[in-house]
């Protein structure tokens, strides 16, 4: 069953600390993303890569960085983590431009 | 101009009956329009899709309805059942990656 994974369920930070999600995808997709979800906003993208090493900012960059070294691993890094970045975040990768996406089952991470 | 309007925010319905949740674009760029299915603690799965030049398309007792010339689209689900609940998206893509998704739709099917 391909699948795309996330490393943590639940993170509980501290503000200020780096925070660092993985994600890792099997299917050998080209496209990878990261989303966070919030009640009432939907999924609002952060990040996307269409290649190894290449990356492009989504709706709301702010505050977060990636990297994608290799073609199956995506990671979203929180440079500073502050409390209104607790969300829930999604990984997700596709194939192509028209098709549609496999989600991972998401990390909570709550800021304190 | 990048929104995807989703409604309504929640919707009970009684099992059999055929819920209908309604989205609304305004970027006539966008050319691909998936709906996801997301049961709690899991993330959104891929549910059915549509592209503009066809004006309905069903799977199973799924059933998408775009109206091009409104910007709009729905779904339905026929013969609802109690594991049909779960929250709905909707999304519209522009030819590229950056999907943009509706706010979701929270259904229960009533037993």
């Known amino acids: 069953d391909v699948k795309v994974t996330q490393s943590s369920r639940y993170l509980v930070k501290r503000t200020g600390e780096k925070v660092f999600l993985e994600c890792v995808q099997d299917?050998?997709?080209?496209?990878m993303f990261w989303y966070r979800q919030d009640p009432g906003l939907g999924l609002r993208l952060i990040y996307f890569?269409?290649?190894?090493?290449?990356?492009e900012k989504g709706d709301i960059p702010e505050g977060y960085s990636v990297s994608r070294e290799k073609k199956e691993r995506f990671s979203l890094i929180l440079e500073s983590a502050s409390t209104n970045q607790t969300s829930m975040y999604l990984c997700a990768s596709s194939t192509g431009q028209l098709y549609g996406y496999t989600f991972g089952s998401g990390t909570r991470l709550t800021v304190v | 101009q990048q929104q995807v309007k989703q409604s309504p925010q929640s919707l009970i319905v009684q099992k059999g009956g055929i819920p209908i949740i309604n989205c609304a674009y305004e970027n006539t760029a966008f050319d691909y329009f998936p709906w996801y299915q997301q049961f709690p603690g899991k993330g959104p799965a891929l549910l059915i899709a549509i592209r503009p030049d066809v004006s309905e398309k069903k799977e199973g007792r799924f059933t998408i309805s775009f109206n091009k010339s409104a910007k709009q689209f729905s779904l339905h689900i026929m013969d609802s059942q109690p594991g049909d609940s779960a929250t709905y998206f909707c999304a519209a893509s522009p030819g590229g990656f950056k999907t943009i998704f509706g706010a979701g739709t929270r259904l229960f099917v009533k037993a």
């Open positions: 299917m050998d997709h080209e496209n």
């Open positions: 890569s269409y290649d190894v090493k290449m990356k």
